[in-house]
């Protein structure tokens, strides 16, 4: 398989990475897909998609995106990147070295003297995604945060804040389990190390999808986060 790698210029030109998708994909119908700036355009992008039988027979979106944030030496970065009215937030991008897709889809973010990478991978028989976050070059350790956006909803609808969701979770090793809506699989969220949970509830309101907007269709949607995880990483 040939390989992929596009170069921090491309990156942020965003009139170009937010046209460029991946998509990978199991034999049970699980998938991922975004842009390779990592910003969601389509209602139907998201880091897990999966069937959901007892529901529909349809793909719903589980875990939207997972929004990264390394504090090292006093500064803190944003990875993740949302488009909202009239902005981007974080802008991510900014910090990405490079991205690639094949033979997994990821990329290497410069911050400051350190360099991290990212790859994530889908198992291929199962409803599981790995992701990996490899610190490459540092002079001391940096403090990783992951905050989860969830949408659990049809790929072909938008989720709106709503006082349905089911906000309890259960503590599990090294993470939580979450199940917001009735008939949904709940969605397990686990490290491969110690990790600390910050219990935050919160809306994040008013997020848009931008070729939606273009096909004419509602293109604004509200995802919901349990609160995010703080996790120390070494070279």
């Not at 389509?42 to 793909?59: F, M, T, V, W």
């Not at 719903?60 to 990875?79: A, C, M, N, P, R």
Request: with cysteine; charged share 25%; hydrophobic share 35%.
């Amino acid at each position: 398989m040939q390989e992929q790698r596009f170069s921090k210029d491309y990156i942020n030109d965003l009139d170009y990475s937010l046209e460029k998708e991946y998509l990978i994909s199991s034999t049970s119908g699980v998938y991922s897909s975004a842009t390779i700036a990592g910003c969601n355009t389509r209602k139907y992008h998201g880091l897990l998609i999966a069937p959901q039988p007892s529901i529909d027979d349809d793909n719903h979106v589980l875990l939207s995106s997972l929004d990264e944030t390394v504090t090292y030496k006093g500064h803190s970065y944003g990875l993740g990147i949302h488009q909202y009215p009239n902005t981007i937030y974080p802008q991510g991008y900014k910090y990405v070295e490079e991205a690639f897709v094949n033979p997994l889809p990821g990329c290497t973010y410069r911050l400051g003297d350190a360099l991290m990478s990212k790859e994530i991978l889908l198992s291929a028989k199962d409803d599981t995604l790995f992701i990996r976050f490899t610190l490459l070059e540092a002079s001391e350790p940096v403090l990783l945060n992951l905050l989860p956006l969830i949408a659990f909803r049809n790929v072909h609808a938008l989720v709106k804040a709503n006082l349905k969701i089911n906000k309890k979770l259960e503590l599990i090793p090294n993470g939580i389990m979450i199940k917001p809506y009735s008939g949904y699989d709940s969605l397990f969220m686990q490290f491969s190390s110690k990790t600390e949970f910050i219990p935050v509830p919160d809306w994040y309101y008013t997020i848009e999808y931008e070729k939606e907007r273009e096909r004419g269709y509602d293109y604004h949607e509200d995802l919901y986060s349990p609160g995010s995880f703080n996790i120390k990483l070494k070279q």
